[in-house]
C-alpha cells in the first residue's frame, strides 16, 4: 500500500496510528486526515523529537505493517 492508499482509508488507518502514537489525540488524527506531512508536524509536535525522526518512525511503522 503506498501512501496514497493509506491517506484514502485513513478512518481504518487512524486506529493503528493511534496505537502506535498515543499521544496523538482524536482531534489530531481527524485534522491529519492522512495527510503524512501533517502526521510528521503533529508526532515532532507531541513528542518533541526532529522532523527527520519523525519521518524514520512513520518510514518504520509503516514498513512493519505489511501492506
Known amino acids: 500500500m503506498d501512501w496514497n492508499r493509506v491517506?484514502?482509508?485513513w478512518k481504518q488507518v487512524k486506529g493503528k496510528?493511534?496505537?502506535q502514537w498515543g499521544k496523538l489525540t482524536d482531534d489530531d488524527l481527524d485534522?491529519?486526515?492522512g495527510k503524512r506531512d501533517q502526521l510528521e508536524g503533529k508526532i515532532q509536535e507531541r513528542y518533541g523529537i526532529e522532523r527527520d525522526r519523525?519521518?524514520?518512525d512513520i518510514d518504520d511503522w509503516y514498513n512493519r505493517q505489511g501492506w
Open 7 to 9: 491517506e484514502g482509508n
Open 31 to 33: 485534522r491529519i486526515a
Open 17 to 19: 496510528v493511534k496505537e
Open 54 to 56: 519523525a519521518r524514520r
